[in-house]
T-cell receptor, first 112, second 112 residues
Framework: DAEITQSPRHKITETGRQVTLACHQT?????MFWYRQDLGHGLRLIHY???????NKGEVSDGYSVSRSNTEDLPLTLESAASSQTSVYFC???????????FGPGTRLTVL | DQQVKQNSPSLSVQEGRISILNCDYT??????FLWYKKYPAEGPTFLIS?????DKNEDGRFTVFLNKSAKHLSLHIVPSQPGDSAVYFC???????????FGAGTILRVKS
């Protein structure tokens, strides 16, 4: 069965360190998204991609970057982790740009 | 400025009764609305959607109602079951849009 996976599921890091969160989907979807979930804010879009070599900034992109070298993967990098980036991160993919998004299980990141 | 608002952070309902979750939006350009359900330690999963050309969509125990003039939608769950206990997110999509805007979520607890 097609699926979307995220790794690691939990990560603790220190302020200033570079962190990369992995997202892998086997749906063969062109569209992939990264969100963060915080209490009182719901899900906020960080970055998204409509295909290989395409990346776009979302609502809360400062301090984050993504790259898309193949269809299956969209890694999210925190260049210099800050305590404000402590959150739960979700990756999602969809078949078409406005279509139903399928979410991964999430990565809980703690920045100390 | 939240364009999609879920003003009730939580809702508690007795098993077998109706659960009504509400969502308001401010942007009249939104024309497609979705509800996602999220269990702890899992990613959100798509539940039901409605296009702005309709005022009701039903899927089993779940019905979504849309009132465009009031910019309001609601999700009805009848009858409610303990397994429905989860966080419910309302989301909206703009015409030709490609990004979902999520509300903050409502925690539903169904008591047995």
């Amino acid at each position: 069965d097609a699926e979307i996976t995220q790794s690691p599921r939990h990560k603790i890091t220190e302020t200033g360190r570079q962190v990369t969160l992995a997202c892998h989907q086997t749906w063969n979807h062109n569209n992939m998204f990264w969100y963060r979930q915080d209490l009182g804010h719901g899900l906020r879009l960080i970055h998204y991609s409509y295909g290989v070599q395409d990346t776009n900034k979302g609502e809360v992109s400062d301090g984050y970057s993504v790259s898309r070298s193949n269809t299956e993967d969209l890694p999210l990098t925190l260049e210099s982790a800050a305590s404000s980036q402590t959150s739960v991160y979700f990756c999602a993919s969809s078949e078409w740009a406005g279509g139903t998004q399928y979410f991964g299980p999430g990565t809980r990141l703690t920045v100390l | 400025d939240q364009q999609v608002k879920q003003n009730s952070p939580s809702l508690s309902v007795q098993e077998g009764r109706i659960s009504i979750l509400n969502c308001d939006y401010t942007n009249s350009m939104f024309d497609y609305f979705l509800w996602y359900k999220k269990y702890p330690a899992e990613g959100p999963t798509f539940l039901i959607s409605i296009s702005s050309i309709k005022d009701k969509n039903e899927d089993g125990r779940f019905t979504v109602f849309l009132n465009k003039s009031a910019k309001h939608l609601s999700l009805h769950i009848v009858p409610s079951q303990p397994g429905d206990s989860a966080v419910y997110f309302c989301a909206a999509l703009m015409e030709y849009g490609n990004k979902l805007v999520f509300g903050a979520g409502t925690i539903l607890r169904v008591k047995s």
